[in-house]
T-cell receptor, first 113, second 113 residues
Framework: GAGVSQSPSNKVTEKGKDVELRCDPI?????LYWYRQSLGQGLEFLIY????????KSGLPSDRFSAERTGGSVSTLTIQRTQQEDSAVYLC???????????FGPGTRLTVL | KQEVTQIPAALSVPEGENLVLNCSFT??????LQWFRQDPGKGLTSLLL???SQREQTSGRLNASLDKSSGRSTLYIAASQPGDSATYLC????????????WGLGTSLAVNP
């Protein structure tokens, strides 16, 4: 596809369950970002991948959150033992260069009951 | 620490008005600034990207300016239309190595027919 895709679009889970969110970036984009948008709050940076470099995990809120990017393309964000405060829209973005900007996927709306 | 503020938080205007949305940031050491639009329940659409060396960018009825030294950007919308109703987000590219975006909370715009 032409744009960034994310799946699932919506995910409802029970507290304590693990969830996996997927992001397919635009082909050829070396940078991939995950952000979180909580109700009534701004977007917050979670993690950044750039090529084969070690990811910048400085935005991950706890050790229950992890992410990987396989083959420099698809990325998966995993949240273990979900809590109600994890409910948010999780947005993925990719970029070929900061000179061009970041391109966002439609997001995954996560609801933890 | 970079902080981004957007004023006003909400705006309601009649169709046809020219609008100015404001964005300010505390650290002028930025790479770029990007304006986005977010429609309810949907992802982010990039509107304009201004490089740190540029003063403004234009796309159709939209014009974004950047005064890096004073830490300000404005998004000007000419001849507003009901279809412009959305939340407008300003984000600056962190000057660090990860090029992450630091976000404002947005301006919620309603253009009434």
């Amino acid at each position: 596809g032409a744009g960034v895709s994310q799946s699932p679009s919506n995910k409802v889970t029970e507290k304590g369950k693990d969830v996996e969110l997927r992001c397919d970036p635009i082909s050829g984009h070396t940078a991939l970002y995950w952000y979180r948008q909580s109700l009534g709050q701004g977007l917050e940076f979670l993690i950044y991948f750039q090529g084969n470099s070690a990811p910048d995990k400085s935005g991950l809120p706890s050790d229950r959150f992890s992410a990987e990017r396989t083959g420099g393309s698809v990325s998966t964000l995993t949240i273990q033992r979900t809590q109600q405060e994890d409910s948010a829209v999780y947005l993925c973005a990719s970029s070929p260069s900061h000179w061009v900007g970041q391109f966002f996927g439609p997001g995954t709306r996560l609801t933890v009951l | 620490k970079q902080e981004v503020t957007q004023i006003p938080a909400a705006l309601s205007v009649p169709e046809g008005e020219n609008l100015v949305l404001n964005c300010s940031f505390t650290d002028s050491a930025i790479y770029n600034l990007q304006w986005f639009r977010q429609d309810p329940g949907k992802g982010l659409t990039s509107l304009l990207l201004i490089q740190s060396s540029q003063r403004e960018q234009t796309s159709g009825r939209l014009n974004a300016s950047l005064d890096k030294s004073s830490g300000r950007s404005t998004l000007y919308i000419a001849a507003s239309q009901p279809g412009d109703s959305a939340t407008y987000l300003c984000a600056v590219y962190n000057a660090g190595n990860n090029r992450k975006l630091i976000w404002g909370l947005g301006t919620s715009l309603a253009v009434n027919p």
